[in-house]
């Protein structure tokens, strides 16, 4: 399977995204591009996968994508030294333990496994890093020594696989209504119930439902970074992922069709739902969708990722949108803090009520 590195069209270096100018950065003779200046030296980098690719991965199906990929051979070789990397069988982008240039897994991002899009990293690991401590920084009970600076070097950006969907159907409703009226006559208190047959009909269309496509590992990590902003998203082109590690997804559309169904019932019921007023009570029945139809895209996202071994081994994984900069992940408590806080707090409390009661 092919490996890339995209190389600086000056010196030959490997070239890194870089989030903070949103160019691609040579660190060896300090250029920056931007994505047109480097389409015109090597076209393959940004262009669109050549058409007989696609025909072939279309037609073949599994087969043609080879054994290698789908057992999940792992050994490949760097494009500018010749070592040979180890990778995860999920793995899309990397960097070469030996000469540390970027290498892009294209054959795990081409045909079938091909992004539709990718939102790039806004910001780079400097910035993650004073963010996550921004964050540390608010939980009261942490432990001091927590996220040191050996932890910080561990800290990687990493393109998550995603499946988004947006969807659209005819939604309706029926429910009961139930309308009551009070009133007295000399001793007499009437109630009057009247019940409604309340219909309701209506076009819902939802945006983004996001799923994270990568099974293995933490997953409510990969999705509790969301949500991610769409006006940032870019048609995919490998050279994003230069300078970061990619996963590409291992598990398929079908897998959360049923997510999205349940998640588009939910919606179009409360919106209906919402647009009957005035009864006492309510009773509706399970709401009925009809053609429903979905669109569905494979992007990759960016998501920093930070794992803490703790003493006794104890293994905690982090993870930061790369876009938002929003936080995920349970940080550990610190039993000593948390008790000199009750001691500090509750001791002196219990105390002033005890001198209370003597003095009463
Ligand atoms: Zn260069
Ligand atoms: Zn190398």
Redesign the pocket.
């Known amino acids: 399977m092919a490996t890339e590195t995209y190389?600086?069209?000056?010196?030959?270096?490997g070239?890194l995204f870089d989030p903070q100018t949103q160019k691609f950065h040579?660190?060896?003779?300090?250029?920056y591009f931007n994505e047109e200046e480097l389409s015109k030296s090597q076209p393959e980098a940004s262009s669109e996968m050549p058409p007989e690719e696609a025909f072939k991965e279309e037609t073949g199906g599994k087969e043609t994508t080879g054994s290698e990929e789908e057992a999940g051979a792992v050994l490949y070789t760097c494009p500018s030294c010749g070592a040979e990397i180890v990778t995860e069988e999920t793995t899309a982008a990397t960097f070469c333990y030996y000469c540390h240039n970027p290498v892009v897994l294209s054959g795990r991002l081409e045909g079938k496994w091909k992004p539709d899009a990718v939102i790039p990293f806004a910001f780079n690991k400097e910035e993650a890093v004073s963010r996550f401590r921004q964050w540390i920084g608010k939980k009261k009970f942490v432990p001091r020594g927590f996220f040191s600076e050996k932890q910080i070097e561990k800290l990687t950006g990493v393109y998550f696989p995603y499946w988004r969907a947006d969807s659209t159907a005819q939604g309706s409703l029926t429910a009961q209504g139930v309308k009551k009226r009070t009133w007295r006559a000399g001793d007499i208190e009437y109630t009057e119930r009247s019940y409604y047959r309340v219909l309701r009909e209506g076009r819902v269309d939802l945006e983004d439902m996001t799923f994270s496509a990568l099974f293995r590992g933490d997953r409510s990590l990969a999705e509790g970074v969301q949500p991610f902003d769409d006006s940032a998203m870019e048609a995919f082109r490998p050279l994003y992922l230069q300078g970061f590690q990619a996963e590409k997804r291992d598990m398929e559309k079908d897998q959360f069709r049923q997510r999205m169904e349940g998640m588009t019932a939910d919606y179009t019921k409360r919106f209906l739902m919402d647009t009957i007023n005035g009864y006492q009570s309510l009773s509706p029945s399970p709401v009925q969708l009809h053609g429903l139809e979905s669109k569905w895209q494979y992007a990759l996202l960016p998501v920093w990722v930070l794992t803490y071994r703790d003493k006794k081994g104890k293994l905690f994984y982090y993870t930061m949108n790369g876009q938002t900069g929003k936080a995920c992940g349970k940080l550990p408590v610190d039993i000593k803090r948390l008790l000199a806080l009750f001691l500090g707090i509750f001791l002196p409390l219990l105390i002033l009520l005890l001198i209370g009661g003597y003095l009463l």
């Not at 190389?7 to 270096?13: Q, S, V």
């Not at 040579?26 to 250029?31: D, G, N, R, T």
Request: charged fraction near 15%.
């Open positions: 190389k600086c069209p000056n010196c030959g270096g070239l040579c660190e060896y003779c300090m250029s």
